[in-house]
C-alpha cells in the first residue's frame, strides 16, 4: 500500500514503521529547505540584507559581499544600511514618503524602513556606495521581518545591480537627444533649401509677369515663350512645395489647426480653383448639393490642399470628354465621406498596392502629363495626421473612384475670418489719390528690381530701398513710410530683429511690416506671424495677391489717423 507521500506500507497496521518514515520525509523537506536558503543566501547576484529592528545590519551575504566589496564581518552589528546608500537619495526618499504618508518622519534610512515596518513593502531605486568609495545603482526592495506570532525582529532588503538597464536608459536619452539634434537640423536645412531655391524662382517668374502684361505688349511668339517659362516655373514650384511639404511631415514637423472647417465654403473655393483646369481640358465636372451645412475638424488650407490634389488628379489622368463627379456621404458615426469620381483608364489591383509609394507614378512617367509621384503621399499623410482616412477604388476601363473620410463637427459660434476677409477686399485706386511711400527692406538687388517694377504701376506709390536691416530701421525712422515690406534673411540684423525694433519705437509702431520672404517652410510662416508680421508673403511673388496685400496694409494706415483723432475727440 501506498500513501499520499508516496512512501511504501508492507503492513497498513505497521504504525512504527509509517512514523519512521513520516520523519524521514519531513527531515528531507527541511534539507530541502535548508538547501534553498542557503542557496538564496550565498547568491553572488542579490545583495541580501538583514538587520534587527533598530536597523543594525545582521546578515550580509556573498552576494553582498561582491557588490559592496565589505566582508560580512566588517559591516555586521557595525553598520546599518545608511552607511552603504547615498545619503541625498534617501533623503529625497524619505521626504517623499513624510508627505504621502502625512507624518513627519526621522529624514534617513528609517524613513524607508518605517514604511515597511508598517506592512507596506516597497522598491526603490537607491545608489550604493561601495566599499572604495565607488558607486552603482541599484533596485532595493524592503521588507519587515516578523515572528510567526507578529512581533517585528528586523528588515530584509534584497538588491540587485541596476547599471546595465540605467546605462541603457542613458544610451536611449542620448540617442532620442541625437535624434532630436538631427530633426532640428533637418528642418533649418529645409528651411534653408526653401528659401535658396525659391529665391531665384522669383526673379524668373516675377519678371516673367512684368514682360507678360507690361507695354508694349510682347509679340505673340513672345507671349508664348512667356508662358512656357511661367508653366515651367510653377512646376518647379510645385515641386519645390511637394518635396519639401512630404519632408516636413515625415520628420513631424507639420503642425495643424484642428478646428470646424464649412464644407460648402471649402468645396466652392476649390471648385473655383479648378474649373478651369476643367474646361480647359473638356471635362464636364459635377458637385454636391449641400442641404444642410456640414463642418469638419480639420485644417482648413489643409483640406484644400487635399481636395484639389484630389479632383486635379481625376481631371488629369481622365480620358478626353471624360466626367468628375465629387460626391458626400454621411458615414456613422459621426463622420463624412468625400469621394471623387472620375471616368479615367482605371488602375488595375497591383498598381492600386502601389499608390502611396512616394515617386512612384505607376508607369505615367513616360505620359504627357507631369507629375512628381509626391501629392498623393503627401495627400495620405495629411488626411491621417487630422484623423482621417484615405482609399481608392477602381476597376480598369471603367475609372476611380478617390474618397476621405473626415470627423463631422458642430459650427464655430463666429464667422469672424469670413468678416474680416470681406474688411480687407482690395478695390481699384482712383486718379488723384496722394502719393504714400512704400519701404523696401532687402539684400537681393533683383528682387528689389521686381517689387519696384510692380510699385511703378502703382500711381499712388513710390519706393525706397534698404540693402540691410540696420539701414531699413534708420530708413523708416527718417522717411515713416506708410508701408514697410521687409526680408527675412538679412544682412547685420534679420526682418524679425528690424521689425522688433521699429515695432518698440513709438514713431514707427504702427507702420504695417510685410514679410516678403523665401522661407515659405510652415513652421517659418507661423514664426513670422506671431512675431508680429502684419502678413506674410512668400516668394516667388504671385503678383494680384502682392497687390491686394498692399492695399489692406494701405487702408489700415489710412483709417489708423481717423481713429486716433476720433479717440482724441471723445
Known sequence: MMSEAGIVHPLAGDAGKADGASDALRHKAVLKAGALQNAILT???????????????????????????????????????????????????????????GIAIAPGFEALIFKAS??????????YICKDGSRFPAIVSITALREDYGELIGYLLIGSDNSARKRVELELKEALAAAEKANRAKSEFLSGMSHE???????????????????????????RNLEQIQKAGWYLLELINEILDLALIESGKVTLSREPVSLVEVMLECRAMIEPQAQKRGIAMTYPRFETPYFVKADRTRVKQVLINLVFNAIKYNKPGGAVAVECALRPPGSIRISIRDTGAGLAPEQVA?????????????????????????????????????????????????????????????????????????????????????????????????????????????????????????????????VILMDINLPGISGIEAMTILRADPSTAHIPIIALSANAVPHDIKKGLEAGFFNYLTKPIKVGMFMDALDAALEITQTAPARAAEKEQA
Open 354 to 482: 502601389q499608390l502611396f509609394q512616394p515617386f512612384n507614378r505607376l508607369g505615367k512617367e513616360a505620359g504627357a502629363e507631369e507629375g512628381t509621384g509626391i501629392g498623393l503621399v503627401v495627400t495620405k499623410r495629411l488626411v491621417e495626421l487630422m484623423g482621417g482616412a484615405i482609399g481608392v477604388d477602381s476597376a480598369v476601363g471603367v475609372g476611380s473612384t478617390f474618397w476621405i473620410e473626415l470627423s463631422l463637427t458642430t459650427a464655430p459660434l463666429l464667422a469672424v475670418r469670413e468678416a474680416e476677409r470681406a474688411a480687407l477686399a482690395r478695390s481699384p485706386v482712383p486718379d488723384g489719390t496722394p502719393l504714400r511711400t512704400l519701404l523696401y527692406v532687402e539684400d537681393n538687388p533683383a528682387n528689389l528690381e521686381l517689387v519696384e517694377q510692380l510699385v511703378a504701376r502703382r500711381t499712388d506709390l513710390r519706393m525706397l530701398g534698404a540693402a540691410d536691416g540696420n539701414l531699413g530701421v534708420e530708413f523708416a525712422r527718417a522717411y515713416l513710410p506708410d
Open 43 to 101: 547568491s553572488a547576484n542579490f545583495a541580501i540584507i538583514a538587520t534587527d529592528e533598530k536597523g543594525i545590519i545582521q546578515l550580509f551575504n556573498v552576494g553582498a559581499e561582491r557588490m559592496l566589496g565589505y566582508r560580512a564581518a566588517e559591516v555586521v552589528d557595525r553598520i546599518s544600511p545608511s552607511d552603504i546608500h547615498d545619503p541625498q537619495e534617501v533623503m529625497a526618499h524619505a521626504q517623499a514618503l513624510s508627505a504621502e504618508l
Open 118 to 127: 508598517r506592512g507596506i513593502e516597497d522598491i526603490y531605486e537607491l545608489t
Open 197 to 223: 531655391l525659391r529665391t531665384p524662382l522669383n526673379a524668373v517668374l516675377g519678371f516673367a509677369q512684368l514682360v507678360e502684361s507690361g507695354s508694349p505688349p510682347p509679340t505673340p511668339a513672345q507671349k
